[in-house]
């Protein structure tokens, strides 16, 4: 599904579908949250939809399909599910490498994860895994997307606002909130340092 044809959908059927389509991120939907952020805003702009529903369907559908990994790993650590869907997610070696950045940054990863693409997942399950209290992980977790679900909804919105076409929503993401692009580049940069580091570490953890 592209962002033109999701925009059509969720234009369509409204903020019902906009919050179910956040819950399918948990299950690997290739919409991910932070594409349908960017397509809320645009909707905004194109006065499609209205600031206060969107961020609250969109928090609401966020922190529900983080509630869902969480959940995910409360079962795996449970042992209900090693052998089901859980284990095809995450594999073994990755949860022993999120279980190095609890011990080393404490619950706090979770906000971090939060604002950082591609450790979600991994954070979110091993939260779960790791017995995190759920109030602990909805506060760090809550606080977070308080700062991120508004900015990528922001970003949207000007783009949506300024061409009215959700087609050239990322190019003007690109050319008129640069900074936001660099902010996520350097996340992604962060993490790929993050986790070379991460693995050069635990392979010289196992060395006699």
Excluded at 20 to 44: H, K, Q
Excluded at 150 to 161: I, S, V
Aim: proline share 4%; glycine share 12%; hydrophobic share 55%.
């Amino acid at each position: 599904m592209t962002p033109e044809s999701a925009s059509v959908l969720i234009g369509t059927w409204g903020y019902p579908l906009y919050l179910l389509l956040f819950l399918l991120t948990a299950f690997g939907s290739p919409l991910t949250e932070d594409l349908l952020l960017l397509v809320g805003g645009s909707l905004i702009g194109m006065q499609v939809f209205s600031w206060a529903p969107t961020l609250t369907t969109a928090y609401v559908g966020v922190l529900g399909a983080d509630l869902c990994l969480f959940w995910f790993g409360r079962k795996l650590r449970a042992h209900t599910l090693r052998r089901g869907f859980v284990r095809h997610v995450i594999r073994p070696g990755r949860l022993r490498l999120a279980a190095r950045w609890f011990k080393r940054f404490g619950d706090g990863v979770i906000f971090l994860s939060r604002l950082v693409p591609g450790t979600r997942v991994l954070v979110f399950v091993s939260a779960g895994l790791r017995g995190v209290p759920l109030a602990r992980f909805l506060l760090l977790d809550g606080l977070a997307a308080a700062i991120w679900l508004p900015t990528l909804l922001w970003a949207g919105h000007l783009a949506g606002q300024r061409i009215g076409s959700l087609g050239r929503t990322l190019e003007i993401v690109g050319d008129r909130v640069f900074a936001i692009l660099l902010v996520i580049v350097a996340a992604f940069a962060l993490r790929h340092w993050w986790l070379k580091r991460e693995r050069a570490t635990g392979a010289a953890d196992t060395e006699p």
